[in-house]
């Protein structure tokens, strides 16, 4: 199976920055596209940002500008550098990878989540 752990989450003011690091582990073969998503309460879960193994990236137009994805797959991990965060950032950021694994088929894993909070 795959673990993918979520860190750098927490409480920053309006106009801060932040930086959130997603690591995978397991019986890795190859990691294909990684991704953030962010639900806050009472919302669907939306697509913040994502990175091919190529490094070609797609964001939502509300982070463009703001937020900036980028992996390292000699780590098998990606970041989101969220910069001038907003009140409307607030949400749970999970990680979501396309992996595929030496002992199942290829597959998209999901971490924990961790929170961002942004409050003055």
């Known amino acids: 199976q795959v673990q993918l752990v979520e860190s750098g989450g927490g409480l920053v003011q309006p106009g801060g920055s932040l930086r959130l690091s997603c690591a995978a582990s397991?019986?890795?073969?190859?990691?294909?596209?990684m991704g953030w998503y962010r639900q806050a309460p009472g919302t669907q879960r939306e697509l913040v940002a994502i990175?091919?193994?190529?490094?070609?990236?797609h964001y939502a137009n509300s982070v463009k500008g703001r937020f900036a994805i980028s992996r390292d797959n000699a780590k098998n991990t990606v970041y989101l550098e969220m910069n001038s965060l907003k009140l409307e950032d607030t949400a749970v950021y999970s990680c979501?990878?396309?992996?595929?694994?030496?002992?199942?088929?290829?597959?998209?894993?999901w971490g924990q989540g961790t929170q961002v909070t942004v409050s003055s």
């Open positions: 397991g019986s890795i073969v190859n990691i294909y596209d």
């Open positions: 990175i091919t193994s190529g490094g070609n990236t």
């Open positions: 979501n990878a396309d992996v595929e694994i030496s002992v199942s088929p290829r597959a998209r894993y």
